[in-house]
């Protein structure tokens, strides 16, 4: 999947940035504008279609890797590295939001997107949102990451720290969940085809 | 939709809904505004960073050098030169009769028949545990 918008960007980072100086703020500023889409894409899809939290989860985890870049020892890629930190981000993101529900006492449907012209279609987005939220963390990690994201079982083993049979195991589940909760999704695609 | 070369292959029955999934779990492209503003919350929020591991820096400092000017003071507290008269007792019933000898006679010297008041150093420490419950601060 290709990045949307790779205009090059010239605001650098701030001055008090801290563990990455200088020329490094440049790097920085590359390593961005090379991610951003799909950091955004991949918290939206782990958090279920919430636009502005995918956002905020995306740039915290860029503040995390900016701050942790020059302690990167390449022991794997820059991207798994990276988003092993984004998806501990998403994680973090959905604890406290379970918290604040469990506090208002009440359940939150999946949000609106902030866009006047919403994306596709809501109530399907909420639908599929719930249907991932009946698998556990890892299955639903393990999914999104194989079967949306295009990431290699292997990749998606050391983003999230876990061997690959286990993500195997965790796709093959989550597949079996999903299929039952969300097979009829194929039937629209199937009759327009025909 | 990538398909694995490792075993996670989806099959047939199942890449259209997952497709159908990923075609509705897919934000918005960030326009040239929004992208910015991305990048500027990201500079906002290193700085932020920046400033909040600066005060906390300093309100560890800080704590730290309260709780040495604190311990200074209460090592000076503790090694502070006993004075002359401290801790006067005052005995409030007579001297029990195995009181020591400086007791009984600081009794006897006492204007007060009934009350004698004692600097406490001159009283021997067992006697001052023993005596306790009759001899009052």
Known sequence: ?194 | VRRDETGAEIGCEDRAWVEEVASALSPASMNADRARAFRLAIDARTARRGRARGARALRTSGAFALAATAGLAFGIWLGRPAPETALPVVVAEAAPAAAPASVRSAWIDADDDEQATLPAESLPGDYLALASFVVGE
């Open chain 1, 1 to 194: 999947m290709q990045d949307g918008d790779s205009k090059p960007m010239t605001i650098t980072i701030a001055s008090t940035a801290v563990g990455v100086a200088g020329a490094a703020g440049a790097d920085f500023t590359r390593f961005v504008e090379r991610r951003r889409e799909r950091a955004v894409r991949l918290a939206y899809r782990l958090l279920g279609g919430d636009e502005a939290a995918a956002e905020d989860v995306a740039q915290n985890a860029f503040v995390r890797a900016h701050r942790a870049l020059a302690s990167f020892r390449g022991e794997s890629s820059l991207d798994t590295w990276f988003y092993r930190i984004l998806v501990r981000e998403a994680d973090r993101h959905r604890r406290w939001q379970r918290v604040r529900r469990l506090w208002n006492g009440d359940a939150e449907d999946a949000p609106e997107p902030r866009d006047e012209k919403p994306a596709g279609d809501p109530a399907l987005r909420r639908r599929i949102a719930a249907a991932l939220d009946r698998c556990s963390g890892l299955q639903r990690r393990a999914f999104v990451l194989v079967h949306l994201e295009g990431f290699t079982v292997v990749e998606t083993a050391e983003i999230l720290g876990r061997a690959v049979g286990t993500v195997k195991s965790h796709l093959h589940r989550a597949l079996a969940t999903l299929r039952r909760e969300l097979g009829d999704l194929a039937e629209p695609a199937r009759r327009s085809a025909s």
